[in-house]
């Protein structure tokens, strides 16, 4: 499978984004796809999960609230919404995907990557 990913930006704190996540070369079924987060200096971490077998999900705390992950099967495309951002949002967000699986978050599991793209919160 070959993830696209879009929708990074400069965004003032409180503001808003919404990052797309095209899968090709085969269907999200029975996926857990994720969005990670690189900010500079730091490791990857998992900022939120779906399952699109039964639409579970997963946030990290402190995400709760300001984020909401959804799929299109039709599009087989992954979104994550956010809202109210932060500065502490700021980094490369990278979606990804494994398969068969239940609901994982753990990035070291996932097997195919997209590219990342680039959230820059800041006055």
């Known amino acids: 499978v070959q993830l696209q990913a879009s929708g990074g930006g400069l965004v003032q704190p409180g503001g808003s984004l919404r990052l797309s996540c095209a899968a090709s070369?085969?269907?999200?079924?029975?996926?857990?796809i994720g969005w990670f987060r690189q900010a500079p200096g730091k490791g990857r971490e998992g900022v939120s999960c779906?399952?699109?077998?039964?639409?579970?999900?997963y946030y990290e705390d402190s995400v709760k609230g300001r984020f909401t992950i959804s799929i299109d099967n039709a599009k087989n495309t992954v979104y994550l919404q956010m809202n109210n951002l932060k500065s502490e949002d700021t980094g490369v967000y990278y979606c990804?995907?494994?398969?068969?699986?239940?609901?994982?978050?753990?990035?070291?599991?996932?097997?195919?990557w997209g590219q990342g793209t680039l959230v820059t919160v800041s006055s």
């Open positions: 990804a995907t494994v398969s068969p699986t239940r609901l994982l978050c753990n990035p070291s599991a996932f097997t195919s």
């Open positions: 779906i399952s699109s077998s039964d639409g579970s999900t």
């Open positions: 070369g085969r269907s999200l079924d029975y996926s857990s």
